[in-house]
């Protein structure tokens, strides 16, 4: 009987600002799934990372179940209650909608999810981002799967050798694609080298066919029609025995890659990866956060978390970050710390422009 695993993240309420979760809202979460998700969980852990609170559940139900949806469009529902009586800043936000209506895809809250046959051991890692969009994860899933300087099973592991299928899907013109690595990879970089467009959905293994890693691509700023900050993504990735061992996938965060997100979803800036506890951006409302929690499942069960980046390993990434950080703040209003005008487009930006239009004259 196949299993799946559901991530299902919403910013429901700031504390303080848009800076990390009221321990309230995270309590109502968890109560109303231990209430209402009795007879369809088989287990759920929540946690939050910057403004973000993230449910990760388990279940029989398949993934786009509407039953599983609606327990966690309610649980939001729950937490903002919690939001709107201490004031929190944008209590529901990421609630667009009214009213839930059969699935959560569009309605707000990201999604990642996958349906497989639990293994005879299944370890698993869920990566969660604050302050930055669904086009992060295209570098990292890129060096997981794809290249050997990072994932050496790539070349030793004949379970590897053959390579993975990457789905990329189009955010703009709601289109999607598949290539097959390594031989399609120059092709696969064309896109995913623009990750503002172009997002890593799913990534599956060519030798078992079996899904490897999903992500929560959408794009909150296009549904919800005007700017209301970035659509924080999470991924799922499934590790070692043919997969890439936990290493491999915590590998390509050790060197922080530049994302947009950060203060105002207008800025470039580096993904720093941190602890739990460290997850709540200050510094310019950032620098953009990746937080990864382990767990081993046992029958549906999430035996974990194990808090990888809390590793000292991870502390010199955290330098790296923040002397980037120092570096491009520097360059202040100025590109390309500050997003090219065409991302801006999706900010408040375009507003101010606005006024400014009909103070130009021709050019004799
Ligand atoms: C970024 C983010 C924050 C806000 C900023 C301004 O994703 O959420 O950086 O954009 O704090 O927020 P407002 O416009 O609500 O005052
Ligand atoms: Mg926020
Ligand atoms: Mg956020």
Redesign the pocket.
Known sequence: EKLTLTVIKADVGGFV??SSVHPKLLQKAEAHLKENGRDLLIDFHVTHVGDDINLILTHREGPDNSEIHGLAWDAFKAATEAAKELKLY?AGQDLLKDAFSGNIKGLGPGVAEMEFAERPSEPVIIFMAD?TEPGAWNYPLYKMFADPFNTIGLVIDPKMHDGFKFEVHDLIDNKKITFSTPEELYDLLVLIGAPGRYCIKNVFSKTTGEIAAASSTQRLNLMAGKYI??DDPVCIVRCQSGLPAVGEALEPFANPHLVS?W???SHSGPLMPVSLKDATPARF?GPPRVVALGFQLSNGKLVGPQDFFADVSFDSARKKANDVADYLRHLGPFEPHRLHLDEMEYTTLPLVMKKLKNRFEDIE
């Open positions: 600002g848009h944008g302050k900050g970035k997100g203060m105002r979803g409302d």
